[in-house]
């Protein structure tokens, strides 16, 4: 089952990445963009039975750094349930 | 002195770590490798050095953290063993937890290669006690996550205990309060993104970073 990971910087960290990238769209004559924030998706392919509880600690003991960054786990069943 | 070099895939300071230790305790360090699960006894000091370890693959040193050698690393600083933690050292303990707070990509993006000017803040550690406090020091940096950040409760916990070790003497890489090293509550682990094994021989230009190596080898014998 397809899970996705969404690993974003938390709110009042300095996202230099993100600003580059705001940067550069200013240079291509992108206007109206008020800010940038870079983050990671990460698509996890799971077997049937690992739990929410699983995929948690996966996100807090490796995928995120909760010291500077935050996550948001979205399921398969709740991915398929958005494509229909 | 009893020492060793922890050896990463992408580590590529693990040698000259172990030449300025060598050089300067007499005795030359272990290397260990990244696989490993026990460290040699009676350590007397464990050096995670610089470079890129596992690629900097999702956050630098985020895999090398959780790799099988850094139970023992985090069991010998248990058992009051100096670990000391040089650039991607220094982003591998604080992933590892050893350390509080992150390294993050630098305030303005660039790869950073230079000498820089470092305080010394706090001389009372095994580390620092080759310097007098608040000293100036030249010890190159070459890093692009070299930005440290941790909140606000955590940086002045930091500053209040003393464990502000180095800080830049002017701006390098955005880091909060310009922290360049940090020590652990105990005063036994520290991580500095400066190279002091890159200052460490005539032929280096300057031997500012030898200090703390000999610093090191009196306080800790």
């Given at each position: 089952?397809?899970?996705?990971?969404?690993?974003?910087?938390?709110?009042?960290?300095?996202?230099?990445?993100?600003?580059?990238?705001?940067?550069?769209?200013?240079?291509?004559?992108?206007?109206?963009?008020?800010?940038?924030?870079?983050?990671?998706?990460?698509?996890?392919?799971?077997?049937?039975?690992?739990?929410?509880?699983?995929?948690?600690?996966?996100?807090?003991?490796?995928?995120?750094?909760?010291?500077?960054?935050?996550?948001?786990?979205?399921?398969?069943?709740?991915?398929?349930?958005?494509?229909? | 002195m009893k020492s060793a070099v922890i050896v990463?895939?992408?580590s590529?300071c693990d040698r000259d770590m172990a030449v300025a230790l060598e050089a300067v305790t007499g005795t030359r360090p272990v290397m260990v490798w990244?696989?490993e699960?026990?460290l040699p006894a009676g350590l007397d000091l464990i050096a995670?050095p610089?470079?890129?370890?596992?690629?900097?693959?999702?956050?630098?040193?985020?895999?090398?953290?959780?790799?099988?050698?850094?139970?023992?690393?985090?069991?010998?600083?248990?058992?009051?063993?100096?670990?000391l933690?040089?650039?991607?050292?220094?982003?591998?303990?604080?992933?590892?937890?050893?350390?509080?707070?992150?390294?993050?990509?630098?305030?303005?993006?660039?790869?950073?290669?230079?000498?820089?000017?470092?305080?010394?803040?706090?001389?009372?550690?095994?580390?620092?006690?080759?310097?007098?406090?608040?000293?100036?020091?030249?010890?190159?940096?070459?890093?692009?996550?070299?930005?440290?950040?941790?909140?606000?409760?955590?940086?002045?916990?930091?500053?209040?205990?003393?464990?502000?070790?180095?800080?830049?003497?002017?701006?390098?890489?955005?880091?909060?309060?310009?922290?360049?090293?940090?020590?652990?509550?105990?005063?036994?682990?520290?991580?500095?993104?400066?190279?002091?094994e890159?200052?460490a021989e005539?032929?280096?230009?300057?031997?500012?970073?030898r200090?703390?190596f000999e610093?090191l080898l009196?306080?800790i014998g």
């Amino acid at each position: 089952m397809k899970t996705r990971v969404y690993v974003t910087l938390k709110n009042g960290v300095l996202d230099p990445q993100g600003k580059a990238i705001h940067h550069a769209l200013e240079g291509l004559g992108f206007h109206g963009v008020n800010d940038v924030r870079a983050g990671k998706l990460i698509e996890l392919d799971l077997a049937d039975g690992v739990s929410d509880e699983d995929v948690e600690a996966m996100c807090r003991k490796l995928l995120a750094n909760t010291v500077i960054e935050n996550f948001r786990v979205e399921r398969g069943d709740t991915l398929a349930a958005a494509a229909q | 002195m009893k020492s060793a070099v922890i050896v990463f895939p992408g580590s590529n300071c693990d040698r000259d770590m172990a030449v300025a230790l060598e050089a300067v305790t007499g005795t030359r360090p272990v290397m260990v490798w990244h696989r490993e699960t026990e460290l040699p006894a009676g350590l007397d000091l464990i050096a995670v050095p610089g470079g890129f370890s596992y690629g900097d693959y999702l956050r630098s040193g985020a895999m090398a953290a959780r790799s099988p050698v850094m139970g023992a690393v985090k069991a010998a600083a248990e058992r009051g063993a100096s670990v000391l933690g040089v650039c991607n050292g220094f982003q591998i303990l604080t992933e590892a937890g050893l350390l509080p707070g992150a390294l993050m990509r630098n305030a303005g993006i660039r790869f950073i290669c230079r000498d820089v000017a470092v305080k010394v803040e706090n001389s009372q550690s095994a580390f620092t006690s080759g310097y007098q406090a608040g000293e100036e020091v030249l010890i190159p940096v070459a890093h692009h996550d070299g930005n440290y950040q941790a909140d606000l409760e955590t940086l002045d916990r930091l500053e209040g205990e003393g464990r502000v070790a180095f800080r830049y003497s002017g701006e390098c890489n955005g880091s909060a309060r310009d922290i360049a090293g940090i020590l652990s509550d105990n005063g036994k682990v520290l991580g500095m993104m400066p190279h002091p094994e890159r200052a460490a021989e005539p032929a280096h230009g300057r031997q500012d970073g030898r200090r703390l190596f000999e610093g090191l080898l009196q306080a800790i014998g």
